[in-house]
């Protein structure tokens, strides 16, 4: 019965099948432009019906010039093979899956010359049938450039830049060392071979003297970017018998012409008897950009087919995993990316023009709404901004984009595997599930202190959490043996033009991130940054992630320890690690963490602020433990964790100044980052948060970049607070009664000791006598290179104990408990400096010959920016404006004329 029943059905469908073959009429729609191919990839001809509907049924026959010129024929639910001609054999196929929504595209690998031409597609039902036309060609580039020289019959020295077997006439461009376009004083000679290729022949006359030539040869079909070779050459007239020799070796290493230009820099230094100007390392760079330039092709025709295997659902998690990293490359030159994809007929002239608008107006976020209109159509137009995207990166070389192709070539089909891993917790016991969760809410905890400061003591101000307040700072990666890097230089670096393209940023997020090429992901990571720049902060935020359960869910536990507390431990020579582990964490217990610390693969310790650590760190192994229940010196604990011999296979995450960084073993760390703070676009982004406004926050902005000296301090965060705190009350205030805006740092920094004043006016009726204790303390942690101030011993040798709930006080010092102490340091060292500075003009006892003296003799400028804010504030207006809270400051015009005499030496 059920046989029989079973043939019933297959014949009712099959009757379905011919009924639906026999009434429905339909176009076959194929591209309105060529396709273009090179020889050897494998390339999609294009073909669907209107409507889409399901050609199962149906007969699909594609050909070339006539009928029975099969290339493949679908027939009768199965591809016919003994019809198709010879040199198709096993290169052909349609999309099976697809054939329900009318998809009869066909797939031709290993394209080869004789299969450019044109093709029909054919496809029947019944009484209707309907074909499409489409235009393969076939592009092939030719090989290498060889560069020759010879001289004319008028004696004029030349160069010849030759190449064979073009399928159609390639671009030239002649540059020399200097990146100058040479290529108008060139003549070009094209002629074709018994194949019907083209033979390229370029010749250009050059001067007698030292240069470095390039020339690119580049296909001018629609897809330039894709096919490109160079030739380079060194010419050298002149020169001594020795660099005769030299020259001749390096022109054997014709491939390595990286190489071969690095070689050339060394020449400058040598005593060769050439006459030549000095030589940038610019241009140098630049024509090394060009050389590899010709070598990205390979990478984005590798990409092309990775990315159009994936299918669409893939396809859009892909896309949506990379939309930050996306938009943040497209931003840099959208107008490229646009005119690509209007190119292809994605987009129409009015929708780009649109797209830029918006990108103008809202940066990155502008460019990530496009990808999520464009996420919203289907993979063919995905795959074309996918596409377009790795020929702009071939056009414009960026070590973000490459990142990006590489991650999805190498890692192809297992990509999504990879992303779904990382952000997968893995599977956890009952009783470790609970104790993970109970260790979650800890962290959470710890991390809302951050969330609900009101550092400007604003009432008005509303409580908004890390998450959304928080601005994405610009994290960058690093050659750890780079000196500029270690001198904490690097932003004099990215003043240069184009610096900042050229920098591979680096996500928070993905810090551990394993790379294709690796069996592990990294497990010593180093983030350096000069004070201010956002390291803690950063920290803060990758906590509360992982709290949260959107980040770093492949740790199951993470452990922040403070360098700076790991000092007040001095007292106790001696620690285990699940003893340290305990004291900070209570709702651990030493089974439990004896459970947790079997799995090291598992656990993140983040060691924060590198640079307070007052203990010198020792890497001998013989100063190294390896069980985590013996007990050691805490420095020991340190160095065995970044040297993996405790808990091997753990995660160690160590923030640091670049001074510090000395006293680390570097060879031991896998991955080097720079936190590098704000770049223009997220400064703006920071003033639009800080104000909760969006159109204030561009006004203050505004009024920053007017001026030079404040703009630029705002790449670090910290100063971006201080300055928003200061602006706020401006901003607020109407424009006949708020007077000039702020033009100086001391302006700025009184701005905003004006504004916790008057925000606490009534709570506090003794500002004066806390101001003067807190400007002591704060030049006391100058002097003796304090600032980490104990609630026990200089909060209370300053006074400062019985206002240590106050509100006042909270809008200077950030407060950090544990549970053994509480300390306080100023939010900004920049700020202690400044109060140290105001102590002079609070309390005229303090003697501003004995600073001046110490400024002197000090060798490491300890003093120099206390000494200047003194300055600033002999010179400040605003000043006059705190002296209305506080009263007239005794002994001003001594403290005043001393700054004076300070600020005109």
Not at 158 to 169: A, I, M, N
Not at 356 to 375: L, R, Y
Not at 816 to 830: G, L, M, P, V
């Amino acid at each position: 019965m059920k046989v029989q029943n079973g043939w019933s059905c297959s014949v009712l469908f099959l009757l379905y099948m011919t009924h639906v073959a026999l009434t429905q009429k339909f176009d076959v729609i194929g591209p309105s432009t060529d396709i273009f191919a090179l020889l050897g990839e494998d390339v999609t001809l294009p073909a669907t019906l209107s409507p889409p509907l399901n050609v199962q049924g149906f007969e699909v026959r594609w050909v070339r010039n006539d009928f029975y010129s099969v290339i493949l024929l679908y027939q009768n639910f199965q591809i016919r093979n003994e019809y198709q001609m010879q040199t198709y054999k096993g290169r052909t196929a349609l999309f099976p899956e697809e054939l329900v929504s009318g998809n009869v595209s066909l797939r031709l690998q290993d394209v080869r010359i004789s299969d450019g031409g044109l093709y029909r597609c054919l496809v029947a039902s019944g009484l209707w049938n309907d074909e499409a036309h489409i235009t393969l060609n076939v592009e092939v580039v030719g090989t290498q450039p060889s560069i020759s020289i010879s001289t004319a019959e008028d004696q004029q020295t030349r160069l010849e830049c030759s190449s064979e077997k073009w399928s159609s006439r390639p671009e030239v461009t002649w540059r020399d060392m200097n990146g100058v376009d040479m290529t108008s004083q060139s003549t070009l000679t094209v002629q074709r071979d018994d194949e019907g290729l083209l033979r390229v022949r370029s010749i250009i006359p050059i001067k007698r003297e030292f240069n470095v030539f390039s020339c690119l040869m580049r296909s001018n079909t629609t897809r330039p970017a894709y096919q490109s070779k160079m030739g380079v050459y060194v010419f050298s007239p002149n020169i001594s018998g020795w660099s005769v020799v030299f020259w001749l070796l390096i022109g054997l290493c014709v491939t390595a012409t990286v190489l071969l230009i690095l070689k050339w820099r060394g020449m400058t230094d040598k005593k060769a008897t050439y006459k030549t100007k000095a030589v940038d390392i610019l241009p140098v760079w630049n024509l090394r950009k060009e050389i590899e330039m010709a070598q990205h092709p390979a990478l984005a025709l590798k990409f092309s087919k990775v990315i159009n295997g994936f299918s669409h659902e893939d396809l859009l998690k892909i896309t949506e995993y990379y939309k930050p990293q996306l938009a943040y490359v497209m931003n840099f030159d959208i107008s490229s990316v646009l005119q690509l994809l209007v190119t292809k007929r994605i987009l129409n002239n009015d929708e780009a023009k649109g797209v830029k608008v918006k990108e103008e107006s809202e940066g990155t976020p502008g460019v990530e709404s496009f990808i999520d209109e464009v996420m919203k159509k289907d993979k063919a137009v995905l795959v074309s901004l996918w596409e377009a995207l790795a020929e702009e990166f071939v056009r414009c070389p960026s070590p973000n984009v490459k990142g990006i192709l590489d991650e999805v070539t190498e890692w192809g089909p297992d990509l999504l595997k990879e992303i779904q891993a990382s952000a997968q917790s893995p599977p956890l016991e009952p009783h470790i599930k609970d104790t993970h969760e109970t260790h979650r809410v800890t962290v959470s905890e710890s991390t809302r202190p951050l969330d609900d400061q009101h550092p400007s003591g604003d009432s008005l101000t509303n409580v908004v959490g890390l998450e959304t307040q928080y601005t994405e700072l610009m994290v960058i990666k690093q050659d750890i043996k780079d000196e500029l890097v270690k001198a904490g230089k690097t932003q004099e670096r990215l003043e240069e033009e184009g610096a900042i393209k050229n920098c591979e940023r680096v996500w928070t997020e993905q810090l551990f991130k394993r790379r294709p090429q690796s069996k592990t992901p990294p497990k010593i990571i180093v983030v350096s940054g000069v004070a201010g720049t956002g390291k803690t902060t950063m920290v803060q935020k990758i906590m509360s992630d992982w709290a949260r359960g959107t980040q770093y869910q492949r740790f199951v536990f993470v452990f922040l320890f403070k360098f700076r507390e790991l000092n007040l431990l001095d007292n106790e020579p001696q620690m285990s690690l699940t003893a340290l582990i305990e004291r900070h964490y209570k709702h651990l217990t030493r089974d439990k963490l004896m459970e947790i610390l079997q799995k090291p693969e598992s656990l993140l310790f983040i060691l924060d602020g590198l640079e307070e650590y007052k203990r010198k760190l020792n890497f001998t192994d013989s100063q190294l433990c390896s069980d985590p229940d013996i007990e050691v010196p805490v420095h020991i604990l340190v160095t065995s964790l970044v040297s993996q011999t405790l808990l091997k296979g753990c995660s160690v995450l160590i923030t640091s100044r670049p001074p510090a960084l000395g006293s680390l073993d570097l060879e031991r760390v896998d991955g080097f980052v720079e936190v590098v703070g704000f770049f223009p676009e997220q400064r703006l982004m920071y003033f639009k948060k800080f104000f909760g406004d969006a159109d204030v926050g561009t006004k203050g902005f505004q009024c920053l970049e007017s001026n030079a000296i404040l703009y630029s301090m705002c790449f670090n965060p910290s100063y971006c607070w201080i300055i928003c705190s200061a602006l706020k009350s401006h901003l607020m205030t109407p424009e006949e009664e708020c007077g000039a805006a702020p033009s100086t740092v001391t302006e700025i920094f009184v701005m905003f000791l004006h504004n916790i004043l008057t925000n606490h006016r009534q709570e506090d009726k003794d500002q004066r006598r806390v101001l003067i204790s807190l400007g002591k303390m704060a030049y006391y942690g100058v002097d003796n290179k304090t600032h980490v101030f104990n609630e026990k011993q200089e909060m209370s040798t300053f006074g400062l104990q019985p206002v240590l709930s106050s509100s006042f006080l909270s809008g200077f010092l950030h407060r950090q408990s544990t549970q053994e102490h509480t300390t306080y340091t100023f939010y900004q060292f920049t700020l202690q400096e400044f109060m140290a500075a105001c102590s002079f003009y609070f309390d005229p006892s303090g003697g501003v010959e004995e600073l001046l003296k110490k400024r002197d003799s000090c060798k490491g400028g300890r003093f120099e920016i206390v000494t200047r804010f003194l300055a600033g504030l002999a010179w400040c207006p605003v000043l006059k404006t705190v002296e209305g809270i506080l009263g007239e400051f005794e002994g001003t015009d001594h403290t005043a004329d001393t700054g004076v005499g300070e600020a005109e030496s």
